[in-house]
């Protein structure tokens, strides 16, 4: 229907007024200190009484999780079945995956380790890890968190077992566009499977990995030849950034060409660009959408830069780490 999303809209347009700006992120880069940039956010509204009562000192991640834990009660309260969101929420139930099976595994489980938002109940997922017995788990997880967690245990590897599960989110992120009737689910998951296949490529490159590695690990997608991409990586990274500068995603060589680094800077750009066309929609579940991930940008945006003022590192370096704001 296509009045369904109408109000839910109209209250993220209000929240949108209240989003971190360009301008706003300077003046955070401004401040002299991390409590006078910690301030600065609590006078935009960021923290909880809690938080409040800490005093200048307080540990900002606790900050940056109120936050999260706000946006998450505001999209229950929006929309009562949250299936459309799930090719966004998808990396938190992977995340979570991945911490409860390595936090088991080494007996350092512990709530820091876990994203709040997700479709999979912690304390369920936990249970699930200490039991064995993955069953309960949505079915696209069941598999991988068993082969994962086997994986890990007999062998010790955390990096195969990061690669099981991150290959596992990539193909549960594809069905999920493939799957969805709104266009900005549809372009969001073709760009976050394109853009995971061009960091394979380009990590696997610089780490000499073999054909059979990037061959396992990509996931075919419709703006890539991902044989074409194995085929490069093998040659080199000048071959490999050449084949780039012919496909949709030829804004990325300058980043990479730069350092490698600089290639989630790119990566997150890139979704604000696709988000910001949501503006002008009033009527679907875009706007919705593009607002969460807005909101999630500006709460990693944040995180870079106090943890920056925290560690005393010079604003130049922290400004080269900052990300295009959807404000």
Same mark, same amino acid.
């Given at each position: 229907?296509?009045?369904?999303?109408?109000?839910?809209?109209?209250?993220?347009?209000?929240?949108?007024?209240?989003?971190?700006?360009?301008?706003?992120?300077?003046?955070?880069?401004?401040?002299?200190?991390? $409590?006078?940039?910690?301030?600065?956010?609590?006078?935009?509204?960021?923290?909880?009484?809690?938080?409040?009562?800490?005093?200048?000192?307080?540990?900002?991640?606790?900050?940056?999780?109120?936050?999260?834990?706000?946006?998450?009660?505001?999209?229950?309260?929006?929309?009562?079945?949250?299936?459309?969101?799930?090719?966004?929420?998808?990396?938190?139930?992977?995340?979570?995956?991945?911490?409860?099976?390595?936090?088991?595994?080494?007996?350092?489980?512990?709530?820091?380790?876990? !994203?709040?938002?997700?479709?999979?109940?912690?304390?369920?997922?936990?249970?699930?890890?200490?039991?064995?017995?993955?069953?309960?788990?949505?079915?696209?997880?069941?598999?991988?968190? /068993?082969?994962?967690? +086997?994986?890990?245990?007999?062998?010790?590897?955390?990096?195969?077992?990061?690669?099981?599960?991150?290959?596992?989110?990539?193909?549960?992120?594809?069905?999920?566009? +493939?799957?969805?009737?709104?266009?900005?689910?549809?372009?969001?998951?073709?760009?976050?499977?394109?853009?995971?296949?061009?960091?394979?490529?380009?990590?696997?490159?610089? !780490?000499?990995?073999?054909?059979?590695?990037?061959?396992?690990?990509?996931?075919?997608?419709?703006?890539?030849?991902?044989?074409?991409?194995?085929?490069?990586?093998?040659?080199?990274?000048?071959?490999?950034?050449?084949?780039?500068?012919?496909?949709?995603?030829?804004?990325?060589?300058?980043?990479?060409?730069?350092?490698?680094?600089?290639?989630?800077?790119?990566?997150?750009?890139?979704?604000? $660009?696709?988000?910001?066309?949501?503006?002008?929609?009033?009527?679907?579940?875009?706007?919705?959408?593009?607002?969460?991930?807005?909101?999630?940008?500006?709460?990693?945006?944040?995180?870079?830069?106090?943890?920056?003022?925290?560690?005393?590192? +010079?604003?130049?370096?922290?400004?080269? /780490?900052? /990300?295009? !704001?959807?404000?």
């Amino acid at each position: 229907m296509k009045g369904q999303y109408t109000y839910a809209v109209a209250r993220v347009r209000a929240r949108e007024l209240s989003l971190l700006s360009e301008q706003d992120v300077s003046r955070l880069m401004d401040c002299e200190s991390y $409590e006078e940039c910690v301030n600065a956010l609590r006078d935009n509204g960021w923290g909880d009484e809690t938080l409040d009562a800490k005093g200048p000192d307080c540990d900002y991640q606790l900050m940056l999780k109120a936050e999260e834990r706000r946006l998450w009660q505001l999209v229950t309260e929006l929309v009562a079945d949250r299936a459309p969101f799930r090719a966004i929420l998808l990396p938190i139930d992977y995340h979570n995956l991945k911490a409860a099976i390595k936090g088991y595994i080494t007996e350092l489980l512990s709530e820091d380790l876990f !994203m709040p938002g997700g479709t999979v109940d912690i304390s369920s997922l936990t249970k699930c890890i200490e039991k064995g017995d993955f069953s309960n788990l949505p079915q696209e997880m069941v598999e991988p968190a /068993r082969e994962a967690f +086997e994986k890990l245990l007999h062998t010790g590897d955390g990096q195969l077992c990061d690669n099981i599960i991150d290959k596992a989110l990539l193909n549960a992120i594809k069905a999920e566009g +493939e799957g969805s009737k709104a266009g900005l689910i549809k372009a969001y998951a073709e760009f976050f499977v394109a853009s995971a296949d061009i960091k394979i490529a380009l990590r696997g490159q610089a !780490m000499h990995k073999g054909r059979e590695f990037l061959s396992s690990a990509l996931i075919a997608c419709d703006s890539l030849d991902v044989k074409k991409l194995v085929e490069v990586a093998m040659m080199g990274q000048a071959d490999l950034l050449e084949y780039l500068e012919v496909t949709p995603y030829a804004d990325v060589v300058p980043f990479v060409a730069e350092s490698l680094q600089r290639f989630d800077i790119w990566r997150d750009n890139r979704i604000i $660009e696709l988000i910001r066309a949501e503006k002008y929609d009033c009527f679907s579940i875009g706007p919705i959408i593009a607002y969460v991930l807005a909101r999630q940008n500006e709460i990693k945006v944040a995180r870079i830069i106090l943890s920056g003022k925290l560690n005393r590192v +010079e604003n130049g370096l922290i400004k080269e /780490r900052v /990300r295009m !704001m959807y404000a």
